[in-house]
């Protein structure tokens, strides 16, 4: 790839798609960026000066051309998703991220794009090798005979195969990245999308805030998964796509805790000790699920490193501070509007 070349990121006004168009930008040295997502400028997570913004719902035909047009490579990472609370309720929601990756499949084989990146997740991956909290590392060929995720990973397991096709059908150079749980700063922790690290930071900062010191855990907090810092989503992402790899990739960290561990983790970070009350009837997802690391090992020479107790430092600060500005500036805001009348 050419630092002067244009390249697109969808789902740029979300957390992953956010941070990724500042690596390219500041790490990797490209000029011509195109950052495009469906909500207004003003509700974008992260905008990066001298990167041009477009507000597009690409679930439609001519928005995804028009997003494409003069583009050398495309991270497609636009999708409806969320974490478990979201998901388990938004099937059809989900289902539809297919018209997303449909248009901008074929805009991108239209407009003479060279390379397709396609963000895809560890949902796609059989429910009966996911049983048991002690699981089994998943390998990328887990995923078939195919029962994933209902909803959102069929769709995403529908979409990877839809590029394995464009690839062998029109030459479109398609990379699959299958994430594992990503999390870091700038991303959602409430509002009903978020995902379990974010939504345990905001949990205990509310609980220490509060001094109420008790925290709500979905399930029995036995079930295991693995969290994937940022920093490393953002490596494995662009050494994927820059590669000649055309297989699906599991890019995931495979430090496997339990969500008991993580809310551990999380104490220990904002020392304190905080009751637990489990919430047996919410959404918990699959029993455990981990990353096999052995083929982007072998591939790549690389796989994520960073530790859930550092990244989760980071991640917490973060949502600390969001929080508590938050909470500042709405108290400013109450005397001023009271004086207005
Ligand atoms: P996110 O929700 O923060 O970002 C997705 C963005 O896509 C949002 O800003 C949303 O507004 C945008 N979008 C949705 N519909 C759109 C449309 N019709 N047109 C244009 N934009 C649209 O999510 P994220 O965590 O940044 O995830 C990015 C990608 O990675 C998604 O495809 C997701 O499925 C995948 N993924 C993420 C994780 C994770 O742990 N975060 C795990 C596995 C896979």
């Known amino acids: 790839m050419h630092k002067d070349d244009l390249v697109v990121v969808t789902?740029?006004?979300?957390?992953?798609?956010?941070?990724?168009?500042?690596?390219?930008?500041?790490?990797?040295?490209?000029?011509?960026?195109?950052?495009?997502?469906?909500?207004?400028?003003?509700?974008?997570?992260?905008?990066?000066?001298?990167?041009?913004?477009?507000?597009?719902?690409?679930?439609?035909?001519?928005?995804?051309?028009?997003?494409?047009?003069?583009?050398?490579?495309?991270?497609?990472?636009?999708?409806d998703m969320g974490g478990m609370g979201f998901?388990?309720?938004?099937?059809?929601?989900?289902?539809?991220?297919?018209?997303?990756?449909?248009?901008?499949?074929?805009?991108?084989?239209?407009?003479?794009?060279?390379?397709?990146?396609?963000?895809?997740?560890?949902?796609?991956?059989?429910?009966?090798?996911?049983?048991?909290?002690?699981?089994?590392?998943?390998?990328?060929?887990?995923?078939?005979?195919?029962?994933?995720?209902?909803?959102?990973?069929w769709e995403k397991l529908f979409s990877e195969r839809m590029c394995r096709h464009f690839r062998e059908d029109y030459g479109l150079k398609t990379r699959i990245g299958r994430y594992h749980n990503v999390y870091g700063p700038h991303g959602t922790y409430d509002g009903g999308r978020e995902k379990a690290p974010a939504a345990m930071c905001r949990k205990v900062i509310e609980a220490k805030l509060s001094g109420r010191n008790e925290i709500e855990i979905w399930g029995d907090g036995e079930q295991t998964?693995?969290?994937?810092?940022?920093?490393?989503?953002?490596?494995?992402?662009?050494?994927?796509?820059?590669?000649?790899?055309?297989?699906?990739?599991?890019?995931?960290?495979?430090?496997?805790?339990?969500?008991n561990q993580l809310v551990d983790i999380v104490e220990k970070i904002a020392g304190v000790k905080l009751v637990r009350r489990y919430n047996l009837g919410a959404p918990k997802g699959v029993r455990g699920r981990n990353s096999d690391n052995t083929l982007i090992q072998q591939v790549l020479g690389w796989a994520p490193s960073v530790r859930l107790q550092d990244g989760m430092e980071k991640t917490y600060r973060w949502i600390y501070d969001e929080i508590v500005s938050g909470r500042e500036s709405r108290a400013n805001r109450a005397p001023r509007l009271a004086a207005a009348g």
């Open 11 to 79: 789902g740029a006004g979300g957390f992953i798609g956010g941070h990724l168009v500042g690596y390219l930008q500041r790490t990797l040295g490209h000029g011509r960026l195109r950052a495009v997502d469906c909500k207004p400028l003003d509700e974008w997570y992260q905008i990066h000066p001298g990167v041009d913004c477009l507000s597009l719902d690409l679930s439609l035909r001519e928005n995804a051309y028009r997003a494409s047009r003069s583009a050398r490579v495309v991270y497609n990472l636009a999708a």
């Open 87 to 153: 998901i388990e309720t938004h099937k059809a929601e989900c289902m539809l991220s297919v018209l997303i990756n449909t248009h901008m499949l074929l805009a991108a084989k239209d407009c003479g794009v060279e390379r397709f990146f396609f963000a895809s997740s560890a949902c796609v991956y059989a429910a009966d090798k996911q049983t048991d909290a002690n699981v089994t590392a998943l390998q990328e060929a887990d995923a078939y005979p195919a029962m994933p995720e209902d909803g959102y990973g």
């Open 225 to 259: 998964r693995s969290f994937m810092y940022i920093d490393d989503c953002l490596v494995g992402t662009t050494r994927l796509a820059s590669s000649d790899i055309n297989e699906p990739l599991n890019i995931g960290s495979d430090e496997l805790v339990s969500i």
